[in-house]
């Protein structure tokens, strides 16, 4: 037995979540009622048994809509107790702690809860701001609004650049494990732009209807997909404007602070605000969504990486709006201990599930334009 199989036992004997995933899809694929809804049940369809490594990429390919849960005629009270989203939400943990690099972190995907969260973003912070206040720059210095005459520009690269080339190692190593188990064969041109647009327009938080998730109740609403985008391009949004300014300093050798008319400015304000938006967006939705849909599978990494999220923000806002005033030292090192909390977190937080949900969406491409492997025989 391999590794990977052997996740679907468990040391008490009882189903682990895997198996529960493979019994729920068995019922569906005799069902096929939801086979519209969303990719997850086509890609269903082509398989009569399903290996964990099938597991994994169909829990990564659901976007836990719910609307699966609400129409199902199997779902509880039903003996059949069957439940899509909950039994994917179960799996997906799983995925990104069995992928993780190095192994010993996965248990860090357990463990990542808002509190630690917090704790870290504030112990970062603390660490800089006495930092500050042993140089005696912590208030009042004048610096024209430049960050880099509190911290100098080569000692913030040196802080935050090891811990952001960690990340991507450790989530470009999983993610690569991921690729390989699933079998996906060769993405080309058009499935990768296929899986791109299915992942820039978030397709699958529509609900296979156009009208959105469900989310306390049976009733419709889009507020989950757009608050997601809000969030997703709000993001985009402050790398962007992280890449210009890196090209201005470097490229050009323009130094900062850049004026409000700047590119790197206009982008990150946009894209600040909007962290703000989709962030709290996310939060308000995940405390009213219905239990059922297994939310709290995840519920402690999900609020940990929205709490960072619109930390960053806003201390980077404010930091922006006070550049020029006494508190900026002391801004900078709040949100610098924020910024650097929610890199050390990224590959063993909620923000792994985009990258494996990418990784599905393009699995799926491209499997949707292979021939299908079940031939039905007829009489």
């Given amino acids: ?210 009208r959105g998730c469900n989310e306390a109740d049976d009733a419709f609403t889009p507020a989950r997909r757009v608050f997601h985008h809000f969030t997703f391009y709000g993001f985009a949004l402050c790398f962007a404007a992280t890449c210009i300014a890196t090209l201005y300093h470097y490229g050009f050798g323009w130094q900062a602070p850049y004026a409000w008319s700047s590119l790197p400015v206009l982008l990150g304000t946009a894209g600040g605000v909007g962290l703000l938006i989709g962030p709290a967006g996310l939060w308000w939705l995940h405390a009213r969504r219905h239990p059922a849909h297994g939310d709290a599978a995840q519920g402690p990494m999900d609020r940990a990486f929205i709490a960072l999220l619109f930390l960053t923000s806003l201390t980077g806002l404010a930091l922006l709006v006070w550049r020029d005033s006494a508190a900026m030292a002391l801004l900078l090192a709040v949100h610098l201990g924020v910024v650097m909390a929610l890199f050390a977190t990224m590959p063993y937080g909620k923000f792994a599930h985009g990258v494996y949900r990418a990784v599905a969406l393009l699995k799926w491409a491209v499997e949707r334009r292979q021939p299908n492997p079940l031939t039905l025989g007829t009489d």
């Fill in 1 to 210: 037995m391999t590794p990977l199989d052997a996740l679907v036992r468990e040391a008490s004997g009882a189903a682990s979540p895997e198996a529960e995933v493979a019994r729920v899809l068995q019922i569906c694929n005799a069902c096929r009622y939801c086979e519209g809804f969303c990719a997850v049940f086509p890609a269903m369809t082509r398989r009569l048994e399903f290996s964990v490594a099938d597991i994994h990429y169909l829990a990564n390919l659901c976007h836990n809509c719910g609307a699966c849960l609400h129409a199902c005629q199997y779902a509880s009270p039903h003996e059949f107790d069957v439940n899509v989203p909950r039994s994917m939400a179960r799996v997906r943990g799983r995925t990104y702690a069995h992928y993780a690099w190095p192994a010993p972190f996965g248990r860090l995907y357990e463990r990542n809860g808002l509190a630690v969260a917090i704790v870290l973003a504030l112990s970062l912070a603390l660490f800089l701001t006495f930092g500050l206040m042993l140089k005696g720059t912590l208030w009042g210095v004048p610096a024209g609004g430049s960050f880099y005459a509190v911290f100098p520009h080569n000692l913030m690269v040196w802080l935050f650049a090891p811990v952001f080339a960690f990340a991507l190692l450790a989530l470009g190593v999983g993610v690569v494990r991921f690729w390989r188990d699933v079998s996906p064969g060769e993405a080309s041109a058009a499935a990768v732009g296929d899986a791109a647009g299915k992942a820039l327009t978030l397709k699958y938080l529509d609900g296979g209807h156009g």
